[in-house]
């Protein structure tokens, strides 16, 4: 099945700097990727997702980048903020066939932390 | 947008008792949803997936005879832990798609289970 791996899993920034949250996969058949962000207690919050026909996507202060051929993909944020301050999470899913359709698989998670 | 309804947010109960949690999808039909368990600082490990109509599929090392799980309508999915102990103290959070190619994955808010 397919293994997501999330780096790192603590970050802590200046309020303004950047923060940057990579991951790995290991099914190349995984073609839809989410990032999700969790506070304490609630339901994850879809913030970003790119799927594999792209290599880029921007919201924002918020970019995704995926690069297929490596297995990874990964979430930047700009012009952190405190409220920026959560658990995001990564993960994997794939629409082919087989016991892994639709399955969705975490990354570890990394814990962010906007200092003002 | 697509809303998935879980119930009840918190609960206690005794060992060795059943606990049963309801994941709804208010607004689209869903032949598929999945439960995840969430220890705490840990990330969302899916437990099964549950299929409309036929037998949920679990994931390795989950016990199929305590997890119970029904998914007896297009919009209705429950998962009762039965005979419960205080390692099934989590955070089970259940996730729907309408269409996960198109429109990706709606969370439930979770459910705190506690056992006492």
């Known amino acids: 099945g397919e293994n997501v791996e999330q780096h790192p899993s603590t970050l802590s920034v200046q309020e303004g700097d950047s923060a940057v949250i990579k991951c790995t996969y290991s099914?190349?058949?995984?073609?839809?990727f989410p990032w999700y962000k969790q506070e304490l207690g609630k339901r994850p919050q879809l913030i970003i997702d790119?799927?594999?026909?792209?290599g880029e996507k921007k919201d924002q202060r918020i970019a995704v980048t995926l690069n297929k051929t490596a297995k990874h993909f990964s979430l930047h944020i700009t012009e952190t903020q405190p409220e920026d301050s959560a658990v995001y999470f990564c993960?994997?899913?794939?629409?082919?066939?087989?016991?892994?359709?639709?399955?969705?698989?975490f990354g570890q998670g990394t814990i962010l932390t906007v200092h003002p | 947008g697509a809303v998935v309804s879980q119930h009840p947010s918190r609960v206690i109960c005794k060992s060795g008792t059943s606990v049963k949690i309801e994941c709804r999808s208010l607004?689209?039909?869903?032949?598929?949803m999945f439960w995840y368990r969430q220890f705490p600082k840990q990330s969302l490990m899916l437990m099964a997936t549950?299929?409309?109509?036929?037998?949920?599929?679990?994931e390795q090392g989950v016990e199929k005879d305590k997890f119970l799980i029904n998914h007896a309508s297009l919009t209705l999915s429950t998962l009762t832990v039965t005979s419960a102990h205080p390692e099934d103290s989590s955070f089970y959070i259940c996730?729907?798609?309408?269409?996960?190619?198109?429109?990706?994955?709606?969370f439930g808010s979770g459910t705190r289970l506690t056992v006492v």
């Open positions: 996730s729907a798609s309408e269409d996960f190619t198109n429109y990706g994955y709606t």
């Open positions: 099914d190349s058949a995984s073609n839809y």
């Open positions: 790119i799927r594999s026909n792209v």
């Open positions: 993960a994997a899913s794939s629409n082919a066939g087989g016991t892994s359709y639709g399955k969705l698989t």
């Open positions: 607004d689209f039909q869903a032949t598929t």
């Open positions: 549950s299929n409309e109509g036929s037998k949920a599929t679990y």
